[in-house]
């Protein structure tokens, strides 16, 4: 399976991980660390339903990673452009 169904405030959460990145880079490390241990162990961990299900890919991860670098962007952007 290339893509896992999912909730989409999942999206909302690792685009605002990477958002809030761009002033705090520690959450983006800890996110990154994170994402990369549940593919490590090939399980998905969903917090707010509290389970965990088995099978992860690169696809997946890659797709989280990518709404967090959007997320980083964005935020990077937000910042330069308000000189804050």
């Known amino acids: 399976m290339l893509f ?18 761009a002033w705090i880079p520690w ?16 399980i998905r961990i969903f917090p707010i339903e509290g389970t965990i299900e088995y099978g ?3 696809a997946h991860t ?7 670098g959007v997320g980083y ?3 990077i952007l937000l910042k330069e452009t308000l000189d804050i």
């Open 56 to 58: 992860n890919s690169v």
């Open 4 to 21: 896992y169904k999912r909730a989409s405030y999942y999206i909302f959460i690792h685009f605002f991980f990477g958002f809030i990145s």
């Open 62 to 68: 890659g797709l989280k990673l990518t709404e967090m």
């Open 73 to 75: 962007i964005s935020g």
């Open 27 to 42: 959450i983006g490390v800890v996110a990154l660390i994170y994402q990369f241990f549940q593919f490590y162990m090939n």
